[in-house]
């Protein structure tokens, strides 16, 4: 029999007979390794634990410890999920299924009906029972033809049978009765999935286009270890109380709805309000900071967008270009930086300009596919909080380090502690897609690092995470649900001065390139408010609430007068007071004053009329303290002013 050689991680090679198995390949190394075994790895091509192998080459064994073995376990789930499924319901049809570091889904459609959410507990109990009875998963091979007739009926499954087909060859699970079209490496019987949980359902459209239909989505998770599954469902609860869809839809502050336009955000009075209050302090912040503010249409020239390169590398994300009748075509700005050149560009510049900061809350437009649409996160209409600093070359460490020096100040105000900073380097291996000048990424590359390494502060270097147009510091937090994301960038541009032919005229006399640096500070509008509402649970601190005293008359009769004199004080110091003059119970009020998140509710009766005095309750607590009025509006103007922090 033909003889397989394996190379191993270590550096050793051993070879085996043709077609051994991945799990015997673990048995001969040891016991121990082949009961963690799930799948294993050859070239780079991942195959399950007792499929044949007919080449040799560099092996992996992947196991329960490692991430792609809980995503082997996962993607077994899905195919057991889609075993019950159909057993359950006979005209179900599927769409996708998959698993990644979140958990897994399969995509649902019934003649009659979705499944509901009230149906997970049955199905997780049948998937039990499948696991209990160790129902094995066996692969089978079919031609395209084929597994065409075996999906018959289905057409999602018809169109996943074309996009996985190798060879024209198609892999299915056989699961009991049940011919199951396979979607990547799954566990060969099913007794390794004992913890798992089916989360929620939720509509999803075909292939994440809103042109198609929508499906119903079956989210789920698994994992190896109970201890990992319960620490996942309490991380989910948390995540659940502080997801700013749900809590922007208590608070009545945004709102999105399909219907009138995907994607984009209506602001309710009091997220609006939340987003003016943001919009003022960084405006003044950056005009205190050196920063002149402009306003710039949100329509351009497309031609501008082909000079600057959007058009070349971000053509699929932006809208299509609408045809003005006379040659002219316009396009809806996907980037403030163009414009910003414009404003630039208007006037000779000498260097005595230098540095020039030009900042604006600039509206933008993405054309995000509906799939990644989420609350205000992903949008398709964003309002930035732009920047651009021109500077003379040797000007650049100096203003990162004020742009950097200001940032923090900012999250210090908004009281953001959990962050880190990314340096991010073009991809050496692949440079094709970034501006072609060596000299240039080498220099500004390390000038970033210079600049980092001279404050002293921490960083990790991410080669490939660059703009197309030069290197960047990226700030990075996490969202309520565990996602990575950008808070705030600084990036060094060579390139847009270049390609738009910009100059400032030196104490030479002569003309000189300047360098552009790209940064935003609090980052879109919308995305700022969704990471402030999950940081706060929706309790904002006094100087960002909507509604920062609540103020309730026990009697309207008898203190409903004193209460809009309270009320009428408080409003002319600029301080966002309203009466409540529904009438309700006091315990209803003042609890609803609670569930809305109110930083001060003040109840005035019959002592706090004769005495002018207020009972004041802050937000969380459940006492109330009597004070003057005078000693309540200096305290919350101090609370206001301290940007909540505590003295």
């Not at 700013?244 to 955000?265: C, E, M, S, T, Y």
Request: net charge negative; glycine share 6%; with cysteine.
């Amino acid at each position: 029999m033909a003889q397989l050689s394996f190379e191993f991680p270590d550096g050793s090679v051993k070879e085996f007979d043709a077609g051994v198995t991945t799990e015997d390949i673990a048995k001969s190394i040891s016991i121990s390794l082949a009961k963690k075994s799930v799948a294993g790895k050859v070239d780079g091509q991942t195959f399950g634990l007792t499929t044949p192998l007919e080449k040799g080459g560099k092996i992996e064994i992947i196991t329960k410890d490692d991430a792609e073995g809980l995503t082997v376990l996962r993607r077994t789930a899905a195919q057991l999920l889609k075993a019950v499924l159909a057993d359950s319901f006979v005209d179900i049809r599927f769409g996708e299924s998959t698993s990644d570091e979140d958990g897994f889904f399969v995509d649902t459609d019934k003649q009659d009906r979705q499944v509901s959410a009230d149906e997970l507990d049955g199905l997780a109990d049948k998937i039990a029972e499948l696991v209990k009875q160790n129902v094995k998963l066996e692969r089978k091979v079919l031609s395209v033809a084929d597994a065409l007739k075996q999906v018959d009926g289905d057409p999602y499954q018809a169109v996943l049978v074309r996009k996985l087909a190798k060879d024209d060859q198609v892999v299915f699970y056989q699961i009991g009765d049940y011919l199951s079209l396979g979607e990547g490496v799954v566990l060969p019987e099913a007794k390794a999935l004992k913890f798992f949980k089916l989360l929620s359902v939720a509509g999803a459209y075909w292939e994440g286009k809103s042109s198609n239909p929508m499906l119903q989505r079956i989210y789920a998770t698994a994992f190896f270890k109970k201890d990992d599954l319960e620490a996942d469902l309490k991380q989910r609860q948390e995540a659940k109380e502080r997801d700013h869809r749900v809590i922007g839809n208590q608070l009545d502050l945004f709102f999105v709805d399909p219907k009138v336009g995907a994607g984009l955000a209506y602001w309710m009075p009091n997220g609006a309000t939340v987003r003016r209050v943001i919009e003022r302090y960084i405006v003044d912040k950056e005009v205190n900071n050196g920063y002149e503010h402009v306003v710039t249409p949100v329509l351009m020239n497309l031609d501008v967008y082909k000079t600057s390169g959007h058009w070349a590398h971000y053509r699929e994300d932006m809208f299509p270009p609408m045809d003005m009748g006379d040659g002219e075509e316009l396009e809806l700005r996907p980037m403030n930086c163009p414009s910003h050149i414009q404003i630039y560009n208007h006037h000779i510049r000498s260097y005595r300009d230098l540095p020039m900061r030009i900042a604006e809350l600039g509206m933008m437009h993405r054309f995000e596919k509906s799939g990644a649409l989420s609350g205000l996160q992903r949008v398709r209409e964003m309002t930035l909080n732009d920047g651009h600093t021109f500077v003379a070359p040797d000007q650049i460490q100096e203003e990162f380090k004020k742009i950097l020096h200001l940032m923090m100040d900012v999250y210090n105000d908004f009281d953001i502690k959990e962050y880190h900073f990314r340096l991010s380097y073009r991809d050496p291996k692949n440079t094709e897609k970034y501006f072609a000048n060596d000299e240039m990424w080498n220099k500004s590359q390390s000038m970033l690092k210079g600049a980092m390494d001279e404050l002293g502060l921490d960083y990790v270097e991410a080669e490939g995470e660059a703009a197309f147009y030069g290197p960047k510091l990226d700030v990075q937090t996490y969202t309520a649900l565990g996602n990575e994301e950008t808070l705030s960038t600084i990036q060094l541009d060579f390139m847009l001065p270049e390609r738009f032919d910009l100059h400032y005229v030196g104490e030479d006399g002569k003309e000189h390139r300047p360098v552009m640096i790209h940064r935003g500070i609090v980052s879109t509008m919308e995305r700022f408010v969704a990471y402030l509402i999950e940081q706060y649970k929706g309790a904002f601190p006094t100087w960002l609430a909507p509604k920062q005293v609540k103020i309730i008359p026990v009697s309207e009769e008898k203190h409903g007068d004193y209460a809009r004199k309270v009320n009428e004080k408080l409003r002319k110091e600029g301080i966002r007071s309203e009466v409540d003059e529904r009438a309700e119970k006091m315990g209803y009020l003042i609890r609803d004053a609670q569930t809305h998140k109110i930083p001060y509710t003040i109840v005035v009766g019959d002592e706090e009329v004769k005495n002018e005095n207020v009972s004041v309750r802050r937000y969380g607590h459940e006492e109330s303290d009597t004070e003057s009025f005078d000693d309540f509006e200096s305290q919350i103007k101090n609370d206001i002013n301290n940007y909540s922090r505590e003295d």
